[in-house]
């Protein structure tokens, strides 16, 4: 179905590298003023992000609720600073406006909060997002739309059933406008996802759920970009991206250390990830 784009969607050129720092450093900066946690499962999904609001997704920052736009759920909740990081960075709300996270009466919920312009649906309990997004891509099926539906689970998350009924459903109604992303950092919130409940062979699964499948280094951003722009890979088939990343990505005490699940950055360890991630300034023009 033939769409007209808006002028604020024809020029997203800037450098996706720095605009993944400035995300991570948004993220660290919230969490540490926020006396919050999840820094870890919010960096691992950076470049992710970074690349959907940069360089895939058809959005509209003038126009939040943009009739057109594409839809994206973030099924992992607790990740939310990096989407308010991401969300801000491209211009739906104030930089400044990131200071409220976390505080009494803030729409900023340390769980990602529909009240924030840009935000689809609110989540925190897991296993939620993909049967959304999935409803989500059959009514624009149905209703005859072109956008697409985008998903971003985490990988301890798979191993809620809601998820693989979901996979179930949008196969059999041949969801192709659906794609969703599982970020596979190996790490879930007190151990490794494989000792928790394994999940190997995840792919195959996938696959044998009638999927079309596709892997990629989560932190490669052209790789990422180019698997992305060309769902669906399979007509009649809902695409599934596995992104094999690393908690922590990008702070290098965080990086594979599940206990970064749910400590909080401060003295030491929020001065070295500050100047590990640099003084990348939100919303600078990188291009």
């Not at 499948?213 to 490669?220: F, I, S, T």
């Amino acid at each position: 179905m033939a769409s007209s784009v808006p002028s604020t969607l024809t020029d997203r050129s800037g450098d996706l590298k720095h605009r993944a720092t400035r995300i991570r450093r948004l993220c660290v900066e919230m969490v540490a003023r926020a006396g919050a946690s999840h820094i870890g499962s919010a960096l691992s999904i950076a470049d992710i992000v970074a690349v959907l609001y940069g360089r895939v997704m058809r959005i509209d920052p003038a126009d939040p609720a943009w009739r057109e736009r594409d839809r994206f759920l973030l099924s992992k909740g607790h990740a939310c600073v990096a989407v308010y990081a991401a969300l801000a960075d491209a211009g739906f709300l104030p930089i400044e406006q990131l200071e409220a996270y976390g505080r009494d009466g803030s729409v900023l919920m340390s769980h990602i909060s529909h009240k924030v312009p840009g935000v689809e649906f609110s989540t925190g309990s897991l296993g939620h997002g993909l049967p959304f997004a999935t409803g989500k891509a059959l009514a624009a099926a149905r209703s005859g739309q072109a956008w697409r539906s985008f998903v971003l689970l985490g990988d301890g998350e798979m191993a809620e059933g809601s998820n693989w009924e979901a996979m179930m459903f949008a196969a059999h109604h041949g969801l192709d406008n659906l794609v969703g992303i599982i970020d596979y950092n190996k790490l879930q919130s007190l151990t490794s996802v494989a000792e928790t409940l394994g999940l190997e062979p995840l792919p195959a699964k996938i696959a044998a759920f009638g999927w079309s499948v596709r892997e990629v280094d989560g932190h490669d951003h052209a790789a990422l970009a180019d698997a992305l722009n060309a769902a669906p890979w399979e007509a009649g088939k809902p695409s599934m991206l596995v992104a094999h990343t690393i908690k922590g990505k990008g702070v290098s005490y965080m990086e594979n250390q599940v206990a970064w699940h749910y400590r909080t950055p401060s003295g030491d360890h929020l001065a070295q990830a500050r100047a590990e991630l640099g003084t990348a300034e939100p919303g600078a023009d990188d291009a």
